[in-house]
């Protein structure tokens, strides 16, 4: 089980400290949540600042692009050396050709859909992408409720993949008891903000861990 905290919900006063207190406390991978303010109502940082994250962490960077171009942005924070780029399908580009482009530049290719868009459209990724990312909430903000529908998407999802080396990872609403349901669906990356951040992380991921076994 890969644990992935989202950045989304750290302080970003003290960004240094919650860093180094998310490796302690034994994240995985980092989670960071890339918002243009067109693509969803919100607005986070951009490459030059994951570039700034990934000098003060060791963890492998897990990019969630929430904008409406990806191509005009992936060789920017490729230059951050991320572990995973993902890229939204309904984002307004050829979708291909950034799976594509992220791969080509030695960074494993994530594809993303909202809940509201249908499992089917991710079978035509299937031989370009190394992770599904299911989000659970509408993207956008932190802190919004694992929305009804999500297991059974995600089992669909599971069994789309079948026996193809492809991450299944789910984003939105994730808590101690979401986590076993994702799990059990199929889900083998789990992303979670505030679930984490309140309070003590080391506990919070290893509670997320003992849910999902
Ligand atoms: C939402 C982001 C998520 C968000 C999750 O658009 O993609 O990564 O940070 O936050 P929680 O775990 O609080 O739902
Ligand atoms: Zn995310």
């Known amino acids: 089980m890969i644990i992935s905290p989202s950045l989304l919900s750290a ?6 400290e919650e ?25 986070t940082f ?7 994250i990934g000098k003060y962490t060791s963890l492998p960077l897990d990019v969630h692009l929430m904008i409406e171009k990806p191509s005009a942005y992936i060789e920017k924070f ?5 572990h995973i780029i993902v890229v939204h399908h309904e984002s307004k580009d050829d ?15 994530g594809i993303t859909i909202k809940p509201d868009t249908k499992t089917e459209v991710l079978q035509q990724y299937l031989d370009k992408t190394d992770m599904i990312l299911m989000m659970s ?14 297991v059974e998407r995600i089992q669909r ?4 993949i079948g026996s193809r080396n492809i991450h299944l990872q789910v984003d939105g609403g994730i808590n ?14 789990l992303v979670a903000g505030s679930y984490i951040f309140k309070g003590d992380k080391a506990k919070n991921i290893q509670t997320l861990r003992s849910a999902a076994l």
């Open 46 to 52: 951009g490459p030059d600042q994951v570039k700034n």
């Open 137 to 150: 909430v509408q993207p956008g903000f932190g802190g919004q409720s694992f929305m009804d529908g999500s």
């Open 157 to 160: 999802v599971r069994e789309m």
């Open 78 to 82: 490729a230059q951050s050396n991320p």
């Open 95 to 109: 979708i291909h050709q950034c799976l594509e482009m992220i791969r080509a530049l030695g960074i494993k290719a």
């Open 11 to 16: 302080d970003f006063g003290i960004l240094k």
């Open 176 to 189: 101690d008891k979401t986590a076993k349901l994702a799990v059990q669906a199929g889900a083998d990356v």
């Open 19 to 43: 860093l180094s207190e998310l490796s302690l406390a034994g994240a995985d991978w980092l989670h960071l949540d890339i918002m243009d303010g067109h693509f969803v109502p919100n607005i």
